[in-house]
Nanobody, 121 residues
Framework: QVQLVESGGGLVQPGGSLRLSCAAS????????MGWYRQAPGKQRELVAA???????NYADSVKGRFTISRDKAKNTVNLQMNSLKPEDTAVYYC???????????????WGQGTQVTVSS
């Protein structure tokens, strides 16, 4: 019914940039909050950035000033622009969307499949 497709991960040198995108498709009636999480080996998954339906953003302290989250309501897409990347940003990045599907009765969270970001020289 619902599919989230992530793109944009890869290998980049320290100081470089990457842009992640997550596109939702399927029987979607409405989209609420959208966010990006990451999980490094041996660590718990953590929130990187989130944006509400009204456009309010929230960032982890470790990425403030370097990452920017944005959404395109017309395309059901959330993006994460990552600049000044550091080796400690290396992780698998997941998008999470709060969706109201058609014929649904409540908001439900959906996760993307994850995309690897590796920052290394």
């Amino acid at each position: 019914q619902v599919q989230l497709v992530e793109s944009g991960g890869g290998l980049v040198q320290p100081g470089g940039s990457l842009r992640l995108s997550c596109a939702a498709s399927g029987t979607i009636s409405s989209i609420g909050s959208m966010g990006w999480y990451r999980q490094a080996p041996g660590k718990q998954r953590e929130l990187v950035a989130a944006i509400t339906g009204g456009g309010t953003t929230n960032y982890a302290d470790s990425v403030k000033g370097r990452f920017t989250i944005s959404r395109d309501k017309a395309k059901n897409t959330v993006n994460l622009q990552m600049n000044s990347l550091k080796p400690e940003d290396t992780a698998v990045y997941y998008c999470k969307l709060e969706l109201w599907i058609m014929a649904g009765s409540s908001w439900t969270h959906y996760w993307g499949q994850g995309t690897q970001v590796t920052v290394s020289s």
